[in-house]
Every structure is written in C-alpha cells, then in structure tokens.
C-alpha cells in the first residue's frame, strides 16, 4: 500500500493511494537522520546543492520523510511546488544514507542514457575524462544502493527517452529510490502528462510526500532584501 505523507494533511485526503504486489522492505537504519554520514558515493549532486542543509528543510517535510523511511516501502516520490524544500530534502537524504549512492538531475540521466546508445559519450569524472556506455548505466542503476533523481518530469525527451524512464522505474521497484518532482503523480498537470501511467504507478508504489508550503527562495530573497 502506497502511503500518502502530505507536509499539509488537508492534502491527504486528495491524493489517491497506490498499490503493488512487489514492494520490498529495506531497512530505514541504512539512514540516519541525525548526522551526514561519510562512505562511498558515486554519482553527486552539482556545487548548485551545497547551500541546501538538513536544517533549513522544512519540518513536516522532515516529519514526512522520518515517517516515510519508518514505513521502510521504496519508492520515495516527492512532489511540489518550486522552492518547497524538495530538493533540499533529497541531497540532505542522500549526504545520509550508509553505502553507495548516485544522486542524479534526471533529465540528464535519460539524456545521457539515450545519447550512448550510438556510441560511448564523453564524461568528466574528478578532473578525468572517462568513456560511458549504454550498459554502464545501466549496470549502475541496478545495483547502487540509493538512487536519487532531481527534477523529474521536465519533458519526455522523445519515445526513446519514455523507454528509458520506464526501463529506469521499473527496474528499480521496491529498492531505495527517492525522487523529486513538481508534479504529482495524478491530474491534468501531473506526471502522467510527460509519462505514461505505469511510470505513475510504479513511482506511487510506495511512499508519496506532498512538499507544501510557500517558495523558499523567495523568502531568502525577501530576507536578504530588508
């Protein structure tokens, strides 16, 4: 059962729940909440992440993501408006979890997925250019321990760019996945406007957190303005 972890509960009530038969438990204690844990990363976020902190997540974002990792059901799919706390979340979620982790933008990810299927594309790597495969990638995606996705929904990138997302759901059903989004996963202006259904249900399988709440950045600016 797909639970619904809204920031604001009056949403609750207006987000269906999703099912699916194959939803594996993995334990919560693989993140710790409390402090950055230090280990083996591979893929990171940009230097456009380092001035999100834990601490200027907001707290039912928090309290959500607490619930959510108790409940131990992947997938993880955050959802809300621009400068809701979204993506601070997912890097301080990531900076947290104890083994290996990628922390993708995902419409690079599908980009560069389809882009090495004519051939291995160029990537800098700690100051090293390196070859990437098609099958490098996907040999990563389903055997890294944490998979997380930024901006997910931004356009479809075609009918190989739908395939791919697919392939990419799909195969990491019931294993930790968080990933963040503007859009919902039902409505007009929702997920299934870039993607197909199965791509909703499968992210819907697990854990849904509803990110309320007025534009952070906007704030700051005010802020800084006064």
């Keep these: 059962l797909g639970a619904v972890l809204a920031s604001d509960p009056q949403m609750a009530s207006k987000i269906p729940n999703f099912r699916t038969a194959d939803v594996r438990r993995v334990p919560s204690s693989r993140l710790n909440l409390s402090t950055t844990i230090p280990g083996p990363r591979g893929k990171q976020p940009g230097p456009e992440y380092d001035r999100y902190e834990w601490a200027q997540v907001p707290s039912p974002l928090k309290e959500a993501a607490a619930r959510s990792l108790k ?6 799919y955050i959802y809300g408006g621009t400068g809701s706390g979204k993506s601070g979340l997912l ?13 993708w933008l995902a419409d690079q990810l599908i980009s560069d997925i389809v882009a090495s299927r004519t ?3 160029e990537k800098r790597v700690q100051g090293q250019v390196v070859l990437r495969w098609e099958e490098w990638y996907w ?4 055997k890294v321990g944490l998979l997380c996705l930024d901006d997910f929904g931004l356009r479809s990138r075609g009918e190989a760019g ?5 392939r990419i759901v799909n195969m990491r059903v019931g294993k930790p996945t968080i990933v ?3 859009l919902p996963l039902t409505g007009d202006q929702s997920i299934t406007s870039v993607y197909d259904s199965r791509v909703a ?8 957190i509803y990110a309320s ?9 005010r802020k800084f303005r006064a």
């Design 71 to 76: 409940s131990e059901a992947w997938t993880i």
């Design 91 to 103: 890097v301080s979620l990531f900076r947290r979890w104890r083994g290996s982790a990628d922390f």
């Design 119 to 121: 051939g291995a594309i």
């Design 139 to 142: 040999s990563r995606l389903e």
């Design 162 to 166: 739908q395939e791919v997302v697919f």
């Design 180 to 182: 963040a989004s503007n």
């Design 201 to 208: 249900s499968r992210l819907g399988a697990g854990c849904v």
């Design 213 to 221: 709440g007025p534009d952070l950045r906007l704030g700051h600016k």
